[in-house]
């Protein structure tokens, strides 16, 4: 079963935009929300992260909204430049859960120049 | 510190051998994960360990996969026989606990032929 639906699965967006990627969860015990970006023949690195007492978190051109009423949280990447084409992938933790995290399917981006 | 270590980094064997991925985590991390990465199903969890210990293998597709945590700096992932159907990119991360996130190692491109 599926715990975090990630949306879309591929993304392509200009030099400059704004792509948004979104997930929604369904586990309303969930404490800790980090999104990984993984290039080709990469590992997934952490890119960013957000607990739910808050509701926006930003770190350089990378953003995260928050919405617990909607269970929902999207990464939102300012002035997107093609060095971020990349795979992202949001994930869930539990905490007491034993460190284990729930991964969205992955979002492909591509940035165009 | 040199990140997650993985070997080898690629594997190309034929269907029926006994193939052998390793792992050597963070030091100090207490957790360590085996992952799947596919086109086709994305990222999955196989196993993960907590102090060397497995907690949860209901990821692990067959009684064919294995693996092992003998000490805190090193894990196999064992597949025995291999199938071209395991064919994927096996990824290794570990974790320091308390939701401060997994890091991921290079990961093992396995090709079974």
């Known amino acids: 079963q599926q715990q975090v639906k990630q949306s879309p699965q591929s993304l392509i967006v200009q030099k400059g935009g704004i792509p948004i990627i979104n997930c929604a969860y369904e586990?309303?015990?969930?404490?800790?929300f980090p999104w990984y970006q993984q290039f080709p023949g990469k590992g997934p690195a952490l890119l960013i992260a957000i607990r739910p007492d808050v509701s926006e978190k930003k770190e350089g051109r990378f953003t995260i909204s928050f919405n617990k009423s909607a269970k929902q949280f999207s990464l939102h990447i300012m002035d997107s430049q093609p060095g971020d084409s990349a795979t992202y992938f949001c994930a869930a933790f539990l905490t007491g859960a034993g460190n284990m995290l729930t991964f969205g399917g992955g979002t492909r981006l591509m940035v165009k120049p | 510190d040199a990140g997650v270590i993985q070997s080898p980094r690629h594997e190309v064997t034929e269907m029926g051998q006994e193939v052998t991925l390793r792992c050597k985590p963070i030091?100090?991390?207490?957790?360590l994960f085996w992952y799947r990465q596919t086109m086709m199903r994305g990222l999955e969890l196989l196993i993960y360990?907590?102090?060397?210990?497995?907690?949860?293998d209901s990821g692990m597709p067959e009684d064919r996969f294995s693996a092992k945590m003998p000490n805190a700096s090193f894990s196999t992932l064992k597949i025995q026989p291999s199938e071209p159907r395991d064919s994927a990119v096996y990824f290794c991360?570990?974790?320091?606990?308390?939701?401060?996130?997994?890091?991921f190692g290079p990961g093992t491109r396995l090709t079974v032929t």
């Open positions: 030091s100090g991390h207490n957790s």
């Open positions: 360990f907590n102090n060397n210990v497995p907690i949860d």
């Open positions: 586990n309303t015990a969930f404490d800790y």
């Open positions: 991360a570990s974790s320091p606990g308390r939701a401060l996130g997994q890091y």
